[in-house]
């Protein structure tokens, strides 16, 4: 983990973190964001429930980019069963080039899109051009739940860090029982975001941690921790 890494947390990410999952056990698994050259690398939250902890672990990650360290990380240190989604062009790059040099994939990854409705998604935007689109396959989580099949199966954790489009796809995902959800929300006014997180709660998600400095007035973004809150006692102090 990158100096620039604990300062953040030490500074932006600590002083949010509420009782229901101490400071001395909240996980820090590293992914490097490119946000800020100032910051570097910050991470993803996790709290270190006995699901999370069990070989029944499983994480569903969507949105990687050009940088998977938090997915590799989770599976480099737990026994997580971890699949990772993201259907943009440079991801498919970067994972192409490891295997030139004879890495091997630790993770599941498929290049589909989280959507609403399955099918064929023609208005994604490919982040590393904004305003240039992409042809992505896209399915609801109800889906990606069934084909692999998790549909029974309670999950440790869900990621989601794709850009806006979570406000689409999370009431879907909102229905579905696991445990944490980590995951970077978009404001886009202080009425959007104020509904957005009531929505979360409202199913029983209580935040363990947030981070602050990059959310003004409802606009922006912001990293947020949440922890189903009859699991809270499970979170070792």
Same mark, same amino acid.
């Given at each position: 983990?990158?100096?620039?890494?604990? &300062?953040?947390?030490?500074?932006?990410? @600590?002083? +949010?973190?509420? %009782?229901?999952?101490?400071?001395?056990?909240?996980?820090?698994?590293?992914?490097?964001?490119?946000?800020?050259?100032?910051?570097? +690398?910050?991470?993803? @939250?996790?709290?270190?429930? /006995?699901?999370?902890?069990?070989?029944?672990?499983?994480? #569903?990650?969507?949105?990687?980019?050009?940088?998977?360290? &938090?997915?590799?990380?989770?599976?480099?240190?737990?026994?997580? $069963?971890?699949?990772?989604?993201? /259907?943009?062009?440079?991801?498919?790059?970067?994972?192409?080039?490891?295997?030139?040099?004879?890495?091997? !994939?630790?993770? *599941?990854? #498929? /290049?589909?899109? @989280?959507?609403?409705?399955?099918? %064929?998604?023609?208005?994604?935007?490919?982040?590393?051009?904004?305003?240039?689109?992409?042809?992505?396959?896209?399915?609801?989580?109800?889906?990606?739940?069934?084909? &692999?099949?998790?549909?029974?199966?309670?999950?440790?954790?869900?990621?989601?860090?794709?850009?806006?489009? *979570?406000?689409?796809?999370?009431?879907?995902?909102?229905?579905?029982?696991?445990?944490?959800?980590?995951?970077? @929300?978009?404001? !886009?006014?202080?009425?959007?975001?104020?509904?957005?997180?009531?929505?979360?709660?409202?199913?029983?998600?209580?935040?363990?941690?947030?981070?602050?400095? $990059?959310?003004?007035?409802? $606009?922006?973004?912001?990293?947020?921790? #949440?922890?189903?809150?009859? %699991?809270?006692?499970?979170? /070792?102090?």
């Amino acid at each position: 983990v990158s100096t620039q890494s604990f &300062f953040f947390f030490f500074f932006f990410i @600590l002083p +949010s973190i509420q %009782n229901i999952c101490p400071p001395s056990r909240v996980v820090l698994l590293v992914k490097a964001m490119l946000f800020s050259w100032i910051w570097g +690398s910050v991470g993803f @939250l996790v709290c270190p429930t /006995p699901l999370f902890l069990s070989k029944d672990c499983i994480v #569903y990650s969507f949105g990687i980019a050009d940088n998977d360290r &938090f997915e590799r990380d989770l599976a480099a240190n737990t026994s997580c $069963r971890v699949l990772a989604f993201d /259907p943009q062009p440079l991801t498919r790059r970067m994972l192409r080039e490891r295997e030139r040099r004879g890495e091997k !994939l630790t993770y *599941e990854f #498929y /290049p589909w899109a @989280l959507g609403r409705e399955n099918g %064929n998604l023609t208005n994604f935007h490919d982040y590393e051009k904004y305003g240039r689109t992409i042809h992505a396959q896209m399915y609801t989580f109800p889906h990606l739940l069934a084909k &692999f099949g998790h549909t029974a199966q309670k999950l440790a954790i869900v990621k989601m860090d794709i850009e806006r489009y *979570e406000w689409s796809t999370l009431p879907d995902v909102l229905k579905t029982d696991f445990e944490q959800l980590l995951i970077e @929300l978009h404001g !886009l006014s202080p009425t959007h975001w104020t509904g957005g997180v009531t929505r979360i709660s409202a199913t029983g998600f209580v935040p363990f941690a947030k981070e602050k400095g $990059r959310l003004f007035q409802g $606009r922006g973004f912001q990293e947020r921790y #949440y922890l189903k809150h009859y %699991n809270m006692s499970q979170c /070792p102090r």
